[in-house]
């Protein structure tokens, strides 16, 4: 598994991105996909996530009506659509994979990650 996050990028506040993350393994379309970010100084926290087929979505209460999560199994790719940026969304923005449908917002239950895109919000 090698997943490679691409899309961030600098932004003015209200705006909107769009970001990617390709997998190069074989097991992209049975794995759950999930984004999480980190700010600088801060922790890292689970943003989304979506199941295998795509039926179902888990967002954080912070995004929920700005973000959505999507995923194209004939492409192996995984989406983060962000609209309505605010400067407080300002982090790297990791993709992650792994199994297994459930309440999954913990760094732990994911086995591989990206290597990170960021994002800047400038107010």
């Known amino acids: 598994v090698q997943l490679q996050a691409s899309g961030g990028g600098l932004v003015q506040a209200g705006g909107s991105l769009r970001l990617s993350c390709a997998d190069s393994?074989?097991?992209?379309?049975?794995?759950?996909m999930a984004w999480f970010r980190q700010a600088p100084g801060k922790e890292r926290e689970f943003v989304a996530a979506?199941?295998?087929?795509?039926?179902?979505?888990d967002v954080t209460d912070s995004v929920r009506d700005r973000f959505t999560i999507s995923r194209d199994n004939a492409k192996n790719t995984v989406y983060l659509q962000m609209n309505s940026l605010k400067p407080e969304d300002t982090a790297v923005y990791y993709c992650?994979?792994?199994?297994?449908?459930?309440?999954?917002?913990?760094?732990?239950?994911?086995?591989?990650w990206g290597q990170g895109t960021l994002v800047t919000v400038s107010s």
């Open positions: 992650a994979q792994g199994s297994g449908w459930g309440n999954k917002r913990g760094f732990g239950d994911y086995e591989y």
């Open positions: 393994g074989r097991a992209f379309s049975i794995s759950v």
């Open positions: 979506i199941s295998w087929s795509g039926a179902r979505t």
